[in-house]
């Protein structure tokens, strides 16, 4: 049974940070690309950022470029999402997700997701 368990959502100032954590278990970790969704109130679900199976390369949404960093350890089958500047609009529930081989943007194409971790920007 594939489980995907998010960590370390949070309410936290405009400005600030936070690391959220995705443990995983039941699939070959190494051959998955992993990726990190989010839904706001009212919204749809929208891409955030991926990692490769390789861990060699990685893409961002344009709103979090150059604020969130995306990071993968293949022997312990964990991915990380570490999140600086943190604005309001970056109010929503955070998910991660596994795709077997090539990654993508479309959640659609995802086989695996979490049960969500919110996170909260505010003052």
């Known amino acids: 049974q594939v489980q995907l368990v998010e960590s370390g959502g949070g309410l936290v100032q405009p400005g600030g940070s936070l690391r959220l954590s995705c443990a995983t278990s039941?699939?070959?970790?190494?051959?998955?690309?992993m990726g990190w969704f989010r839904q706001a109130p009212g919204k749809e679900r929208e891409f955030v950022a991926v990692?490769?199976?390789?861990?060699?390369?990685?893409y961002y949404a344009d709103s979090v470029k150059g604020r969130f960093t995306i990071s993968r350890d293949n022997a312990k089958n964990t991915v990380a999402l570490q999140m600086n500047s943190l604005k309001p609009e970056d109010t929503a529930i955070y998910y991660c997700?596994?795709?077997?081989?090539?990654?993508?943007?479309?959640?659609?194409?995802?086989?695996?997701w979490g049960q969500g971790t919110q996170v909260t920007v505010s003052s």
């Open positions: 997700a596994a795709r077997p081989g090539t990654w993508s943007r479309s959640p659609g194409l995802y086989n695996y």
């Open positions: 039941g699939l070959t970790f190494s051959t998955y690309a």
């Open positions: 990692m490769r199976w390789s861990g060699d390369s990685t």
